[in-house]
């Protein structure tokens, strides 16, 4: 199916006909960011509360070429792991697992580190960007469970728990610099050096090709593309969108304000995903 490009705002008839009609014919492969973990808790990196407009995020340059700056994430996310662990899935999360079970998803590709599309009952998520239930040693390779470090953590750091009012997107959180020589970080449990790294893809770190290869066949085979919940503003995302337009595959995008995306859209959603994927789901499944 080919739709002539429209902007669709709201959430009325309009709007989910339009979606619907999208949806409706299969093989949609969802790409989401982390607009759609925001009424989970977590606060994306865009919009008008986004974290990149209060902190400069965790580079892979950063982390793998400067101790005390790898010394400050760990200290950092050993608090924010609290917060991101306890965080739950959504309906937008539910609504993209119930029309998995209808079977109209190809597959689902996510931006976010959370874990959030899987809790909520989606199967076969691609994790483009990793995720934070994971650690990798930069020096043997070994990946772990995020849990079983959260415990050595915790035994080497029983009095560390500085109070924070919220996580950042990656997981970290916001910390004052005076704590953080009072935080005691853990080597490899494999190889007993490391230095250890959460599984996933920092900014200024290359998404590993044998991964966007996956990604770009799921897109090429797909009937549609549908965007939730990213403003498509690093290549990451945005190469999928334009590999879709190229291919002459509809492409559908829900979220809140502009994307970089728009003019590829076919169909294109400024509403609350809370609100359009529920209705959109009940609609179709």
Same mark, same amino acid.
Not at 43 to 50: C, E, L, N, S, V
Not at 220 to 230: C, K, M, R, W
């Given at each position: 199916m080919t739709l002539a490009p429209a902007a669709v705002p709201g959430t009325g008839a309009a709007a989910l006909d339009a979606l619907a009609d999208l949806v409706a014919d299969g093989d949609v492969v969802v790409l989401s960011g982390a607009g759609l973990s925001t009424d989970s808790g977590i606060? !994306?990196? *865009?919009?008008?509360?986004?974290s990149l407009r209060r902190h400069t995020p965790m580079t892979y340059q950063t982390f793998t070429r400067d101790p005390r700056g790898r010394h400050r994430y760990w200290a950092r996310s050993f608090v924010g792991w609290r917060?991101?662990?306890?965080?739950?899935?959504n309906d937008g999360h539910r609504a993209v697992a119930g029309l998995q079970d209808a079977g109209l998803l190809a597959g689902v590709i996510t931006q976010n580190v959370d874990g959030l599309h899987q809790a909520g009952g989606a199967r076969?998520?691609?994790?483009?960007?990793?995720? =934070? !239930? *994971? %650690? &990798?040693?930069?020096?043997?390779?070994?990946?772990?469970? *995020?849990?079983?470090?959260?415990?050595r953590l915790t035994d080497a750091n029983p009095h560390f728990g500085p109070r924070v009012d919220e996580i950042n997107p990656d997981g970290d959180a916001e910390l004052p610099d005076e704590v953080l020589d009072g935080f005691v970080m853990v080597d490899c449990l494999a190889c007993g050096a490391g230095p250890l790294k959460p599984d996933v893809v920092f900014f200024g770190?290359?998404?590993p090709r044998d991964r966007v290869d996956h990604c770009f066949g799921l897109v090429?085979?797909?009937?549609? =593309?549908?965007?939730?919940?990213?403003s498509l503003t690093v290549m990451?995302?945005?190469?999928? &969108?334009?590999?879709?337009?190229?291919?002459?595959?509809?492409?559908?995008?829900?979220?809140?304000?502009? %994307?970089?995306?728009?003019?590829?859209?076919?169909?294109r959603v400024d509403a609350p995903l809370g609100q &359009? =994927?529920?209705a959109l789901a009940a609609r179709l499944g």
């Open positions: 606060p !994306d990196y *865009r919009g008008a509360t986004g917060q991101m662990r306890a965080a739950r899935p076969d998520v691609v994790e483009l960007h990793g995720g =934070l !239930d *994971r %650690t &990798v040693c930069l020096g043997c390779g070994d990946v772990a469970d *995020r849990a079983a470090l959260d415990e770190e290359t998404v090429e085979d797909a009937g549609s =593309l549908l965007v939730l919940g990213s990451s995302g945005y190469r999928f &969108v334009l590999r879709a337009a190229k291919l002459g595959i509809p492409v559908g995008v829900v979220n809140v304000g502009p %994307t970089r995306g728009d003019a590829k859209a076919d169909v &359009v =994927l529920p």
